[in-house]
């Protein structure tokens, strides 16, 4: 990237958005909600329908050219997202509808089959639920045990306690990368360290990472690593799971089918090449598609300069915020292990009420437990208030949200 | 303003901040707990019935949430005194929005019938008419 060190064009970057331009009762929307869903830029709006006009067919099965130009976009799309996140090639990266859907391939078809009573799984307390109910739950069948490695006071992982739970016995260590909930960038490589240290493999949870800064799987040496397309500036309705190729080599696959065989009689089937083996069926093509084009606009802006600039938001947020004295906010200091989101509370105000208010004043936040239950249990609030950044937003977005918790301060003092 | 602040009328304002029949029964005849997953309001209905087994003599109700839910919850408790088990069960969402008297946006109707799912719940319950594993308020 030529200009690193320059500051994102915000201006330039909102109009490939004209979502952002909508108005409700004569207002323009503040979108602060992209920890749940990002906005789609034009371009992979484009990339996607040009798809449909004019490449449409299902992969891998026609000899005609448009399944030729089809599979070929379909296959190209897993290269793309490989060479983004420091893959070794298409083998590597298997499509899913997102990252719940990655998570579970993983925990039916490696944790079904591979744990054992005595086996230990070495979970977070700020694992989103898509691999705490996941791994909870696979475990009860296969008789392993969970263990959570502690969240501390000021919102990171109690590294000495990760130290004492990962031992032998444990099989897998599922973690994070940056929390939903806390903003915190987890040590993951760390992490994954202590896990192939005691041969246990490593799972990390990048739905919040992959959108926002550099990663590459390789550097981390995670075993597995999932991600959604619609958390990037990708369409919904497509995932990705990562794995080291010699071991989604050994793995089962998760969902049987057509399109993911070698041969089949009517005894028995023998399964076809990294990844088709995992992605049965006809995919999300045009969500391939979208997530390569997604892929491609990221990186034009650049993953370090939308971290900064995330980062730089979050930290305003989070000042303008703690400034205000009855807010209380959840997670690490700003500083170089948080990423783009701030949760809080107001006092006095029950975050669902907060939100409503703030909604009036097109000012879009999310409120509940943001699929951290047992994190909210542990902060000993049943809610809180979430402002989740993107490389479009901007202070000012900043300043009328924070512009508008006056009204919910005076409608319930 | 938009329908957030239209929700958030003085009687609601009022029902939350000052809550009528608030508290625990020491007899009720039946009560239950229920939880809106979304927002993690929890709330508890006791029931005390008359001696025919039907008239709502008191109802109080306890927890914490949303002024939505906690406002519904308190007026819902007053609106069911004196009434019987099958008028509670044959409430339906657009009494209970009735009752507030205000919009309620979609996305907060969940917080608005809370306490009614949960009463009827337990009425159900108390009848054998609800298997309790099988309720969807209780988590
Ligand atoms: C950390 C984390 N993990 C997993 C998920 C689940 O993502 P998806 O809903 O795309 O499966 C999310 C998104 O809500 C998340 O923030």
Redesign the pocket.
Same mark, same amino acid.
């Given at each position: 990237m030529s200009h690193q060190n320059l500051a994102v064009d915000v201006e330039a970057i909102r109009d490939e958005f004209p979502i952002l331009e909508r108005e409700f009762d004569g207002q323009q929307v503040v979108y602060l909600d992209n #920890? /749940?869903t990002t906005q789609t830029p034009d371009p992979v709006v484009d990339a996607m329908s040009d798809y449909y006009r004019e490449s449409n067919a299902n992969v891998h099965r026609g000899i005609h050219h448009l399944s030729q130009e089809a599979s070929e976009a379909y296959e190209v799309a897993h290269d793309r997202v490989a060479e983004f996140i420091g893959a070794d090639g298409r083998e590597e990266v298997v499509f899913t %509808?997102? *990252? *719940? !859907? $990655? !998570?579970n391939l993983l925990a039916y078809s490696w944790g079904l089959n591979e744990l054992e009573p005595g086996d230990e799984v070495v979970l977070t307390e700020m !694992? &989103? &639920? /898509? =691999?705490l109910v996941t791994w909870q739950q696979i475990a009860k069948r296969t008789g392993a045990s969970v263990e959570y490695v502690r969240v501390d006071e000021d919102g990171r992982l109690d590294m000495d306690h990760a130290r004492e739970l990962i031992g032998d016995d444990t099989a897998i260590v599922s973690a994070? &990368?940056? $929390?939903?909930t806390l903003g915190t960038i987890n040590p993951v490589a760390e992490l994954t360290e202590l896990a192939h240290e005691h041969d246990a493999l490593s799972f990390i949870?990048g #739905?919040?990472a992959v959108p926002n800064q550099p990663v590459d799987v390789k550097e981390i040496g995670a075993d597995f690593y /999932?991600f =959604?397309g619609? %958390?990037m500036a990708g369409p919904t309705g497509i995932?990705v799971l990562y794995g080291k190729r010699e071991l989604l080599e050994a793995m089962e696959p998760y969902l049987y089918g057509g399109g993911m065989i070698r041969k089949v009689t009517f005894e028995d089937s023998t399964w076809g090449e990294l990844p088709w083996k995992f992605e049965p069926g006809t995919p999300p093509i045009a969500e391939a598609v979208g997530l390569h084009a997604a892929v491609d606009w990221l990186e034009e802006i650049g993953m370090e300069r939308i971290r900064d600039h995330e980062q730089e938001l979050a930290r305003y947020a989070y000042e303008q915020l703690e400034s205000e004295g009855d807010v209380e906010i959840y997670g690490p200091e700003p500083g170089a292990d948080r990423g783009g989101l701030v949760s809080f509370n107001v006092e006095g105000v029950h975050a669902h009420d907060l939100t409503s208010i703030l909604n009036d004043h097109t000012v879009a936040i999310r409120a509940g437990d &943001?699929?951290t239950q047992p994190l909210h249990d542990k902060l000993g609030v049943a809610a809180s208030a979430r402002a989740s950044f993107y490389v479009y937003n901007t202070r000012e977005e900043v300043d009328k949200l924070v512009a508008a918790l006056d009204d919910a301060r005076q409608l319930f003092a | 303003m938009g329908l957030g602040s239209d929700m958030y009328r003085q009687q609601i304002l009022d029902h939350y901040k000052n809550p009528r029949n608030y508290g625990e029964l020491e007899d009720p005849t039946f009560t239950h707990v229920g939880e809106n997953p979304m927002c993690g309001d929890e709330i508890r209905m006791d029931v005390k019935l008359e001696d025919d087994d039907e008239t709502i003599e008191y109802v109080a109700f306890s927890g914490d949430g949303c002024a939505i839910s906690q406002a519904s919850a308190s007026m819902l408790s007053g609106e069911l005194q004196g009434k019987s088990v099958d008028d509670l069960l044959e409430m339906d969402r657009d009494d209970v929005i009735d009752m507030l008297g205000v919009d309620i946006s979609p996305m907060r109707v969940k917080c608005a019938v809370l306490a009614e799912k949960v009463a009827q719940d337990g009425a159900e319950i108390y009848r054998g008419e609800l298997d309790k594993e099988k309720t969807s308020t209780e988590d």
């Amino acid at each position: 990237m030529s200009h690193q060190n320059l500051a994102v064009d915000v201006e330039a970057i909102r109009d490939e958005f004209p979502i952002l331009e909508r108005e409700f009762d004569g207002q323009q929307v503040v979108y602060l909600d992209n #920890a /749940a869903t990002t906005q789609t830029p034009d371009p992979v709006v484009d990339a996607m329908s040009d798809y449909y006009r004019e490449s449409n067919a299902n992969v891998h099965r026609g000899i005609h050219h448009l399944s030729q130009e089809a599979s070929e976009a379909y296959e190209v799309a897993h290269d793309r997202v490989a060479e983004f996140i420091g893959a070794d090639g298409r083998e590597e990266v298997v499509f899913t %509808k997102n *990252t *719940t !859907e $990655s !998570e579970n391939l993983l925990a039916y078809s490696w944790g079904l089959n591979e744990l054992e009573p005595g086996d230990e799984v070495v979970l977070t307390e700020m !694992e &989103h &639920h /898509a =691999s705490l109910v996941t791994w909870q739950q696979i475990a009860k069948r296969t008789g392993a045990s969970v263990e959570y490695v502690r969240v501390d006071e000021d919102g990171r992982l109690d590294m000495d306690h990760a130290r004492e739970l990962i031992g032998d016995d444990t099989a897998i260590v599922s973690a994070v &990368h940056v $929390s939903n909930t806390l903003g915190t960038i987890n040590p993951v490589a760390e992490l994954t360290e202590l896990a192939h240290e005691h041969d246990a493999l490593s799972f990390i949870d990048g #739905a919040q990472a992959v959108p926002n800064q550099p990663v590459d799987v390789k550097e981390i040496g995670a075993d597995f690593y /999932a991600f =959604s397309g619609h %958390k990037m500036a990708g369409p919904t309705g497509i995932g990705v799971l990562y794995g080291k190729r010699e071991l989604l080599e050994a793995m089962e696959p998760y969902l049987y089918g057509g399109g993911m065989i070698r041969k089949v009689t009517f005894e028995d089937s023998t399964w076809g090449e990294l990844p088709w083996k995992f992605e049965p069926g006809t995919p999300p093509i045009a969500e391939a598609v979208g997530l390569h084009a997604a892929v491609d606009w990221l990186e034009e802006i650049g993953m370090e300069r939308i971290r900064d600039h995330e980062q730089e938001l979050a930290r305003y947020a989070y000042e303008q915020l703690e400034s205000e004295g009855d807010v209380e906010i959840y997670g690490p200091e700003p500083g170089a292990d948080r990423g783009g989101l701030v949760s809080f509370n107001v006092e006095g105000v029950h975050a669902h009420d907060l939100t409503s208010i703030l909604n009036d004043h097109t000012v879009a936040i999310r409120a509940g437990d &943001h699929c951290t239950q047992p994190l909210h249990d542990k902060l000993g609030v049943a809610a809180s208030a979430r402002a989740s950044f993107y490389v479009y937003n901007t202070r000012e977005e900043v300043d009328k949200l924070v512009a508008a918790l006056d009204d919910a301060r005076q409608l319930f003092a | 303003m938009g329908l957030g602040s239209d929700m958030y009328r003085q009687q609601i304002l009022d029902h939350y901040k000052n809550p009528r029949n608030y508290g625990e029964l020491e007899d009720p005849t039946f009560t239950h707990v229920g939880e809106n997953p979304m927002c993690g309001d929890e709330i508890r209905m006791d029931v005390k019935l008359e001696d025919d087994d039907e008239t709502i003599e008191y109802v109080a109700f306890s927890g914490d949430g949303c002024a939505i839910s906690q406002a519904s919850a308190s007026m819902l408790s007053g609106e069911l005194q004196g009434k019987s088990v099958d008028d509670l069960l044959e409430m339906d969402r657009d009494d209970v929005i009735d009752m507030l008297g205000v919009d309620i946006s979609p996305m907060r109707v969940k917080c608005a019938v809370l306490a009614e799912k949960v009463a009827q719940d337990g009425a159900e319950i108390y009848r054998g008419e609800l298997d309790k594993e099988k309720t969807s308020t209780e988590d």
